[in-house]
């Protein structure tokens, strides 16, 4: 959980103007004359987009994962693509409907390592770039990750899990031979036990692994009941890897701790580096080998606390400090190891930057080089992206746009940023999108800016009057910004105008901005949507009485606490809630967090003030038609949050529906059908409920 700086958010609202977000969205594209038809929803199977860009170390190519979905089979698939840094020679290193991902050049540029399941479990896989051959370089039991060369060559790097050793807890006798009987009963006595997307968790901990980069026996360097994190960072000689673990007292119950550790790759030993209270992570070593820079922030339990840059000794002394307000992230030296560069969020938008190291000094301003990085949440407009850099300097990143899912762009040497491929043109060139605009405006509340976005519908005309549906954001630590959305797009391809904003809580506008809600969600956030919600009424196009509203997770919350609220919508879908914090606290995958960080006091310490945040608490007043839509699967908002809700508003006889998505986690969209059947019901809900449409038999319309 990443945290924010000390400016205040007026402060940052004044040097940051408004956006031109529309003139952002044609800026990859003239295609839109050449449009025929608005987006379909059949249309967000040949969606796809550039993930994971890496560029050689010659800066000749780049390599990246394509990912598309299958509409045969349901899933989300990629393959390794290479394209010329100069836009030429665009072709597929793999294909199928394998998992193909994590590509990684070898130092020289000689080889690529990247995972693919090729042959069933998922294994490291090495391709030599100049004959095109590809081969396993092992058979491992558990899923590898984070893979890292070493600077010569030789050696890989990879974090995995290892089961954690148990004893049986009761013998059952024998069964009868051929005696059909039930599952055998688990027993859970470790704190994380289920994981959301994943379902009950093998007791496990992630370590750290070797292996030769021509194959064979995977070494393990370190043990015991510790998880090892981040991607491993070599020392230019290859004696040593720098990680990221907690090895203190109680592992299980440390939240937001970790210190940096040197792992001896010969003998496996490992030296403590760092001891600060709080999160120290992503170590990456200079090329030189003098200096570590990393991440991390004192742990304040806050809600939201924002990551600071640290540059220290190779004994973990901090010799260089850069902070401003807002959370630095996927840091990586400059090729000359003057700069560490990174990324932060900011008004909505995800930029990379670089700052110069002076170390014993004070940082020396910062370098903006690249915005709009994302484009891999396709369902919402959710911040995303990667990048990489070559010995020359010019870096590979995926960007978006509100027209277009991500694609792969080169930052050259000497500064020019150039589009390397096109990935959605065949598709989105031929559909005629809503227009993005930005929204600024100021809360009721106490003067605070807001900013948000109103997608049109494609037709749109200024001079009518259209439905309208507040679209809200999870998190509720996230924001969203002028990022392609399928959800959207689609909402306003039915004819609906949607604003979609960042209330108070939203990251990128700094720590006093997020923590607004610190100990107090939801709340005043309330009132900020309902002014965005006004400000949009005011420029005409919107009828006042087709007002609907939807929110997924944290936008859940919400809505939930909107329609307990008021009654000025004539409808709302509550998407995975959260209804009640007393019983989300005890069954949420992530409990240990919740409760610490977000109220300050077990639930049976305060009982009072986890009802009174809680949406049943309001569920007296609710009018207005609610569904609730929830994957069954769900371990983060377990969907008995649903049927709380679900169950008193039919006691209430309030109008309400319940639509469970079979097998679905958290992530309802992960399968492009649900991220459709996600969209078809709320549009049918909104469509029954609307007070305006006309009925010509079985015929409705928003028109």
């Not at 005696?179 to 027993?187: F, G, K, L």
């Not at 992570?281 to 990551?307: H, K, M």
Request: hydrophobic share 35%; net charge negative.
């Amino acid at each position: 959980m990443t945290t924010s700086l000390l400016l205040t958010a007026a402060l940052c609202a004044l040097a940051h103007p408004p956006q031109d977000v529309t003139a952002a969205a044609a800026r990859d594209t003239d295609s839109a004359t050449q449009a025929t038809r608005p987006l379909e929803l059949m249309d967000v199977f040949d969606l796809e987009y550039a993930d994971d860009p890496r560029i050689a170390p010659d800066g000749e190519h780049v390599v990246y994962v394509r990912t598309f979905f299958d509409v045969m089979k349901d899933r989300r698939r990629g393959n390794l693509w290479i394209v010329g840094t100069d836009g030429s020679g665009h072709r597929p290193l793999t294909s199928g409907t394998a998992y193909n991902g994590s590509p990684r050049w070898s130092p020289s540029g000689d080889r690529l390592v990247y995972l693919s399941s090729e042959e069933g479990s998922v294994q490291l896989w090495c391709r030599w770039m100049d004959t095109g051959e590809t081969a396993s370089l092992t058979r491992l039991t558990s899923s590898p990750g984070r893979l890292s060369w070493s600077p010569d060559g030789r050696w890989i790097a990879f974090l995995m899990g290892v089961p954690a050793e148990s004893e049986s807890f009761a013998s059952m006798p024998a069964k009868p031979k051929g005696a059909e009987w039930a599952e055998p009963a688990r027993v859970i006595d470790t704190v994380d036990y289920r994981s959301d997307g994943s379902g009950f968790v093998e007791p496990e901990h992630t370590q750290l692994f070797v292996v030769p980069a021509e194959g064979g026996t995977p070494r393990q360097l370190t043990h015991g009941a510790f998880d090892v994190n981040g991607t491993p960072s070599w020392t230019p000689d290859g004696a040593s890897i720098l990680v990221s673990s907690y090895r203190g007292d109680e592992p299980e119950y440390a939240t937001n701790q970790s210190d940096l550790y040197e792992v001896i790759v010969a003998t496996g030993e490992m030296k403590r580096l760092t001891d600060a209270p709080g999160p120290e992570s992503s170590p990456v070593v200079s090329p030189d080998g003098r200096w570590i820079a990393f991440t991390g922030f004192e742990d304040r339990l806050l809600g939201y606390q924002q990551n600071e840059l640290f540059v220290a000794d190779r004994d973990g002394t901090v010799r260089f400090r850069h902070s401003f307000d807002r959370s630095i992230d996927s840091i990586e030296w400059s090729p000359d190891g003057a700069h560490v560069l990174y990324t932060f969020d900011d008004f909505g938008v995800t930029k990379l930057a670089r700052t110069k190291v002076v170390i014993g000094g004070a940082p020396i301003g910062q370098d903006v080089l690249i915005e709009d990085l994302g484009g891999t949440s396709l369902g919402r407009p959710y911040p995303s992206g990667s990048y990489t850099q070559a010995r020359d300097g010019s870096i590979a990143v995926n960007r978006t746009s509100p027209a277009r899912p991500a694609d792969v762009f080169v930052r050259r040497a000497d500064g020019e940023l150039v589009q390397v491929t096109q990935l959605n043109e065949d598709l989105l060139g031929n559909r005629d999108l809503g227009a993005v605009e930005e929204i600024r405006f100021e809360s009721s509340h106490d003067g605070l800016e807001l900013q948000g976005w109103i997608v049109t519908p494609p037709d749109f005309d200024p001079e009518q009057q259209y439905p309208l549906i507040l679209e809200i954001h999870g998190g509720p630590f996230l924001n969203y910004g002028p990022r392609f959305t399928a959800e959207c797009q689609l909402f306003a391809a039915a004819g609906y105008v949607v604003l979609y904003m960042n209330p108070r809580g939203s990251t990128s506008y700094g720590a006093d901005f997020g923590n607004e809600i610190h100990h107090a969600y939801p709340g005043h956030d309330y009132d900020d949507l309902m002014d965005g919600v006004d400000a949009v009424i005011e420029r005409g196009y919107v009828d006042p009485e087709r007002l609907f509203v939807t929110g997924g997770s944290g936008g859940g919350v919400l809505t939930a606490w909107i329609v307990g609220t008021t009654d000025r919508f004539a409808a709302a879908v509550v998407a995975k809630p959260v209804i009640n914090w007393y019983s989300f606290v005890l069954t949420a995958d992530a409990y240990l967090y919740f409760a610490k960080y977000w109220f300050g006091a077990m639930p049976w310490e305060a009982p009072g003030t986890y009802l009174a945040r809680s949406p049943i608490s309001r569920v007296g007043n609710v009018t207005t038609p609610t569904m609730l839509l929830t994957g069954e699967d769900d371990l983060r908002t377990p969907i008995s949050e649903t049927e709380q809700f679900y169950q008193a508003l039919k006691l209430r006889k309030i109008d309400t529906a319940m639509v469970r998505i079979p097998g679905a986690s958290h992530g309802i969209t992960a399968r492009p059908s649900n991220l459709i059947a996600k969209v078809v019901h709320i549009l049918e809900w909104f469509e029954r409920h609307d007070p305006g449409r006309e009925t010509d038999g079985d015929a409705t319309s928003n028109e």
